[in-house]
């Protein structure tokens, strides 16, 4: 059944010369499913919870940006009834036609995001969202904000030049004209890291999954395809590695180099160890000290 849905309108919102407003705003279960005449950058800064858009519900995290055209339902709401416990923030950037005429000044070169913005500006257009893999759309949703905020001398410039970023920055995240694979490797190198940045912690497939949102399944395939090895062996190899690396350069004991790669019984990191290294890590260091 389709939801009904209340209209926010530019004239009540927009309430400036700039025809802008970018606001960061605590997501609650009072604000109506609502549309609206103007475009709409939305991106997670903080939390978790649900984006209802249309018919749809989609989990969402710190580091997704949605777009939403003129036309498009949607609404916000926190994953527990309790959102003091964990807050979802959003950073909101809301603009209508004026602006885009305006940023279609300053981007008189680049007739195809020109097509782009009115196209969002005409109902009919699809949402749709990109992740924040660098952090370059949160840096300038940031900029926005403050500029915004605190406005000083050459606030209606910098507004409009940061603008024009956040949406050439979006729009070649979503349009580059790159190999299909060459993209999905670079994402996949994006969980590589991460598992390099927690080893320390509970790593697993299903909160890689959650994270770069792929299915288990999916990523099952990604490691073989790029490492060859499934994400057991590929993860456990990689704690070995690291352990090794801090065995040759470190005095720490083996207990606490252990518990550094996630190995929380030291029994169990030994046997590991001589296993794939092919000796002890008393071994392997005095070895490689000598």
Same mark, same amino acid.
């Given at each position: 059944?389709?939801?009904?849905?209340?209209?926010?309108?530019?004239?009540?919102?927009?309430?400036?010369?700039?025809?802008?407003?970018?606001?960061?705003?605590?997501?609650?279960?009072?604000?109506?499913?609502?549309?609206? %005449?103007?475009?709409?950058?939305? @991106?997670?800064?903080?939390?978790?919870?649900?984006?209802? !858009? %249309?018919?749809?519900?989609?989990? *969402?995290?710190?580091? /997704?940006?949605? *777009?939403?055209?003129?036309?498009?339902?949607?609404? =916000?709401?926190?994953?527990?009834?309790?959102?003091?416990?964990?807050?979802?923030?959003?950073?909101?950037?809301?603009?209508?036609?004026?602006?885009?005429?305006?940023?279609?000044?300053?981007?008189?070169?680049?007739?195809?995001?020109?097509?782009?913005?009115?196209?969002?500006?005409?109902?009919?257009?699809? @949402?749709?969202?990109?992740?924040?893999? %660098?952090?370059?759309?949160?840096?300038?949703?940031?900029?926005?904000?403050?500029? /915004?905020?605190?406005?000083? !001398?050459?606030?209606?410039?910098?507004?409009?030049?940061?603008?024009? &970023?956040?949406?050439?920055?979006? @729009?070649?995240?979503?349009?580059?004209?790159?190999?299909?694979?060459?993209?999905?490797?670079?994402?996949?190198?994006?969980?590589?890291? =991460?598992?390099?940045?927690?080893?320390?912690?509970?790593?697993? +497939?299903?909160?890689?999954? &959650?994270?770069?949102?792929?299915?288990?399944?999916?990523?099952?395939?990604?490691?073989?395809?790029?490492?060859?090895?499934?994400?057991?062996?590929? +993860?456990?190899?990689?704690?070995?590695?690291?352990?090794?690396?801090?065995?040759?350069?470190?005095?720490?004991? !083996?207990?606490?180099?252990?518990?550094?790669?996630?190995?929380?019984?030291? %029994?169990?990191?030994?046997?590991?160890?001589?296993?794939?290294?092919?000796?002890?890590?008393?071994? @392997?260091?005095?070895?490689?000290?000598?």
């Amino acid at each position: 059944m389709q939801r009904s849905a209340q209209l926010f309108k530019s004239e009540s919102l927009l309430q400036n010369n700039l025809h802008l407003l970018v606001n960061r705003y605590a997501e609650n279960f009072f604000a109506p499913y609502h549309s609206h %005449d103007f475009i709409e950058y939305c @991106y997670v800064a903080e939390g978790r919870g649900f984006h209802h !858009i %249309d018919q749809a519900v989609i989990p *969402v995290r710190k580091g /997704m940006l949605f *777009v939403i055209p003129v036309g498009v339902s949607h609404v =916000f709401r926190p994953a527990t009834s309790h959102p003091e416990q964990d807050l979802l923030i959003v950073y909101n950037c809301l603009f209508d036609d004026h602006m885009v005429d305006r940023l279609s000044a300053l981007l008189q070169e680049e007739s195809p995001i020109i097509e782009h913005l009115q196209s969002l500006g005409s109902s009919g257009s699809a @949402y749709f969202s990109v992740s924040d893999w %660098d952090g370059s759309i949160e840096k300038l949703m940031l900029n926005l904000h403050r500029e /915004m905020s605190v406005p000083g !001398i050459g606030s209606v410039t910098m507004l409009q030049t940061l603008l024009s &970023q956040l949406i050439v920055t979006v @729009y070649r995240q979503l349009y580059a004209d790159q190999d299909r694979s060459t993209i999905e490797a670079s994402d996949f190198a994006q969980v590589i890291l =991460f598992m390099e940045q927690k080893l320390s912690e509970g790593i697993t +497939l299903a909160h890689l999954a &959650q994270m770069s949102r792929w299915s288990s399944r999916h990523l099952q395939r990604m490691f073989l395809k790029h490492t060859s090895q499934s994400f057991g062996s590929y +993860l456990q190899h990689l704690r070995i590695q690291k352990s090794c690396e801090r065995l040759r350069t470190s005095d720490l004991k !083996i207990s606490m180099i252990a518990g550094s790669v996630g190995y929380r019984d030291i %029994d169990t990191f030994n046997s590991v160890f001589k296993k794939i290294v092919g000796e002890p890590p008393m071994a @392997y260091r005095k070895r490689h000290r000598t």
